[in-house]
């Protein structure tokens, strides 16, 4: 079994590539809060339904294995999330619908799932080992 295959390893490598696209995006807005006329972005949430989808379907390429006994890692590919405007709050005078707050609110929660998901990865990857007499 490739380790992407595993799904727990593949719904929370998701799960960090989304969060830091939305990081990406976050960043985005707050670099945009005095330009007239932009609009906040978000990313569209995780659908749980489709974070089950078989990783097979998703993957681009893969590395080329050369021993059954290696484990064969897909490259993390540029994964594209579906971005969308946020109409959280009322516009400024001058059309920027970015609310710093907002958004750094935003940021420390993203940062705060990132951790987790990181630690969780971590712990599953150390448990494998272990598995493996590692």
């Known amino acids: 079994m490739e380790l992407p295959d595993v ?3 593949s719904m929370l490598r998701t799960r960090m590539s989304w969060l830091h696209q939305r990081q990406d995006v976050l960043a985005q807005n ?10 906040a972005h978000d990313l569209k949430p995780l659908d749980f339904k489709d974070s089950m989808k078989s990783p097979m379907a998703a993957s681009g390429g893969n590395l080329r294995v050369t021993d059954p006994r290696h484990i064969a890692i897909r490259p993390a590919g540029a994964t594209k999330f579906d971005d969308v405007e946020t109409h959280d709050i009322e516009s400024n005078p001058n059309g920027n619908s ?3 707050e907002a958004e750094m609110i935003k940021v420390a929660d993203t940062q705060a799932q990132f951790q987790a998901a990181a630690n969780i990865y971590a712990k599953a990857m150390t448990l494998m080992k272990t598995a493996i007499g590692h």
Request: proline share 12%; glycine share 0%; net charge neutral.
């Open 30 to 39: 707050v670099a945009n809060a005095d330009t007239p006329k932009y609009v």
């Open 98 to 100: 970015v609310s710093l």
């Open 7 to 9: 799904p727990l390893m």
